[in-house]
Structure formats: C-alpha cells, structure tokens
C-alpha cells in the first residue's frame, strides 16, 4: 500500500483457471462505476441548471420565446402528421379486428383511450426526440467543439443559463401543446376514418368516447407531456454540451442522445403508467 492506493495485480498474472471470472468481475465492476458516474454527472448538471435559472433570469427570459417558437410551433406540421396517420390506422384496425356482435361505440372508446393515454404523449415525445432533440444536441455539441462556450464564459456569460435553461423551458411548456394539439388531430381524424371508411356511425363513435370519460385522463396525458418536453431537453442538452471534439464527437453525442432520450420517455411512461393506472378508470 503507498499513500492509500493498493496496487492492482494485472489479469494475466493471475493463474489461467481464476481469469475468466476476474475479467467478468472487472468488467462488471467497471460498467457499474460508470454508469454511476454518469448518473453523478448528470446529477451535477441539473443542479448547475437549477441555480442558473434561480441566478441568471436577465440572461434566460429573452431566449424562451425563440426556443418555445422552435421547438413548439415548428414542429406542428410533423406532429400533426403523425397523429392523423395514428388515429385513422387506430379506427380502421379498431373496427376490423372487433368479433361480431360488439357493440360499435367500443371503437370510440378505444380511440380515446389509446390516443389520449399512451400513443398522442409517446409519439410525440419520440417523434420530437428525432426533431428537436438532435437539433439540440447539435447546436450545443457545435459551440462547445468550436469553443463558443468559453467564449460565453469568457464574456462573463452563463453558458448553462444562456444555452441549457431556455430550452429546458421551452420543451417542458410547448410538449404540452404539442400533445393536446396530437390528441385532437388523432382523435379528430379517426372520427372520420371511421364514419367514412366503416360502417361505424356518428352516434356509435361519440357514444364510445363518452364511455368511463373523466378529466383526470386528460391531466395524465398532459403530465406525461410535460415529463417527457423536460426529458427531452435534458438528456439531449447534456450530450451536447459535454460533446467531444471534432465533428465525429458530435455525431456521437447527438446518437447517444437520441437513444438515451429515448429509452428514458419509454421507461418514465411505463413507471407513470404503474403510478397513476388505477386512478385512470371514469
């Protein structure tokens, strides 16, 4: 032992039979200390982010609107899209797949349950991952790899409340709008799919989306969007700004953040489904 570091014995100096096993062990133990060292980093930044936005509102509160605008309103012509294509196929495979003898409201029901509890907030959340979240992490990883960011820290700006703080803003308000605009697109278009396309009337559907209806589902959908607009700046912002030099550094921060974006709106949609299900019930 020399000032508190104990020396550690190479694998190939270990006998043949005890090698396979330290090597798992070792990688396993060095998966673990990273994985909580991102977490800690992570951890650190959103602390960073938080008493920025407390410290620096001078700097932020000019930049939401742009970001709102960029992130909101640009992407309503995608979200649109989406959702109507979600709700006619939802209508169609609905109405098709029912067996003989059930009643035609239960499309509507379907339709809004679908829509407006998992598929409206979830889409959106993943298609604007794709949209906005790699334009995020791109823009940042751009500034920090062609020093921008020592620039601002140079000029006694706050990167943090400069880059992180307004965006994170903008997507945990505008998800929201995003969502209800999705939810009535979707189930808009549905309606008509069906009324249409099938043999489902416009009593049968409207008599379905007023089955077991209560206004908490709405305020679950509108939870799950706001979850998901800060998860998507967040994880995404943070890619960015650590990037690592060079444009392939940045291509790398901007997939490892599509993918952990991601992974998180699935995972934080299933522990909220868990949370709030036995409440969803009209």
């Not at 499309?107 to 598929?119: C, D, N, P, T, Y």
């Amino acid at each position: 032992m020399r000032s508190g570091y104990v020396d550690r014995k190479a694998t190939t100096e270990f006998p043949v039979m005890q090698r396979a096993g330290l090597k798992f062990l070792r990688r396993m133990a060095a998966l673990g200390i990273a994985i909580f060292a991102g977490i800690g980093a992570r951890a650190y930044f959103l602390f960073n982010a938080g008493a920025a936005l407390w410290l620096e509102p001078k700097t932020w509160i000019p930049l939401v609107a742009r970001h709102m605008r960029s992130i909101g309103v640009d992407s309503l012509a995608l979200t649109g899209i989406v959702a109507a294509f979600i709700g006619s196929v939802i209508a169609l495979q609905t109405r098709y797949q029912l067996f003989p003898g059930v009643q035609l409201s239960v499309v509507g029901l379907i339709v809004r349950q679908s829509i407006v509890l998992e598929l409206g907030p979830l889409i959106t959340g993943l298609v604007l991952t794709g949209r906005v979240g790699a334009r995020m992490t791109a823009e940042i990883g751009t500034m920090r790899v062609t020093e921008q960011i020592d620039a601002l820290e140079t000029l006694a700006y706050d990167p943090l409340a400069y880059l992180i703080v307004p965006r994170l803003i903008a997507a945990t308000l505008m998800l929201p709008i995003l969502v209800i605009f999705a939810n009535s697109i979707g189930v808009g278009v549905a309606f008509f799919t069906a009324i249409l396309g099938t043999d489902v009337t416009w009593a049968d559907f409207t008599s379905g989306l007023r089955i077991a209806f209560n206004l908490f589902q709405i305020f679950y959908s509108l939870l799950k969007a706001t979850i998901f607009g800060g998860a998507i700046a967040f994880f995404c912002s943070y890619e960015g700004y650590v990037a690592d030099v060079g444009a392939e550094g940045v291509g790398r921060s901007t997939a490892r953040a599509v993918v952990m974006t991601s992974v998180a709106i699935l995972v934080l949609d299933a522990f909220i489904a868990a949370l709030f299900a036995p409440r969803l019930q009209g």
